[in-house]
């Protein structure tokens, strides 16, 4: 199995810009998390889906962020416009079950807004 | 409002020392806690505790929970140099199962 799928790897866009980060989870896996980690926050996280359906995203910083997740194998986070504080490694984790939730992350995506 | 403290925020230590690393939460319907190891890139998975007193062990990595004062550790004996990592904690949530992590414990062993 190849893990998590994340891209783009790194992401360095002007302010203003919109940002698309991508995530493939595993295969199976019914849970999907979105994280934004940062020094002075740690490991936030922002949203996540059961069986494709948002749960809660009450960590959704502001309205500029947006997450979807149009069927099993695909999600996307996307930030318009974005702005230099969303500068963070964006990870994305899925898991399998309802219960005792093991984490699986993918390798993240450093996103540099200047 | 759900939250998982860590502590130390950071430690430094020299090779063949052990080292305890605290996590308490505060969560709404507790279902279990997890501990995790971040070196470069993505955290890794380490332990998972549902029951207070069980302590889980891998090599040199040890886990117990006390469900009654909220709180969990994780010991690292004999420790090596390939331990320096940020060690995250996290709770789940039953309710919602939601997860959320603390804001982790960079450990730096000293060769």
């Known amino acids: 199995d190849a893990g998590v799928i994340q891209s783009p790897r790194h992401e360095v866009t002007e302010m203003g810009q919109e940002v698309t980060l991508r995530c493939k989870p595993i295969?199976?896996?019914?849970?999907l998390f979105w994280y934004r980690q940062t020094m002075m926050r740690g490991l936030e996280l922002l949203i996540y889906?059961?069986?494709?359906?948002?749960?809660?995203d009450s960590g959704m910083p502001e309205d500029r962020f947006s997450a979807k997740m149009p069927n099993a194998s695909f999600s996307t986070l996307k930030i318009q416009p974005s702005e230099p504080r969303d500068s963070a490694v964006y990870f994305c984790?899925?898991?399998?079950?309802?219960?005792?939730?093991?984490?699986?992350f993918g390798s993240g995506t450093q996103l540099s807004v200047l | 409002e759900d939250k998982v403290v860590q502590s130390p925020l950071s430690l430094v230590v020299h090779e063949g020392d052990t080292v305890t690393l605290n996590c308490s939460y505060e969560v709404t319907n507790f279902r279990s806690l997890l501990w995790y190891k971040q070196e470069k890139k993505a955290p890794t998975f380490l332990f998972m505790l549902t029951s207070s007193g069980i302590e889980k062990k891998s090599g040199r990595l040890s886990s117990i929970l006390d469900k009654k004062e909220l709180s969990s550790i994780l010991n690292i004996t004999a420790t090596q140099t390939g331990d320096s990592a940020i060690y995250l904690c996290?709770?789940?949530?039953?309710?919602?199962?939601?997860?959320?992590f603390g804001k982790g414990t960079r450990l730096h062993i000293l060769p």
């Open positions: 889906f059961n069986n494709n359906v948002p749960i809660d």
């Open positions: 295969s199976g896996h019914n849970s």
């Open positions: 984790a899925s898991s399998l079950g309802d219960r005792a939730k093991k984490l699986f």
């Open positions: 996290a709770v789940e949530a039953r309710r919602d199962d939601k997860i959320i």
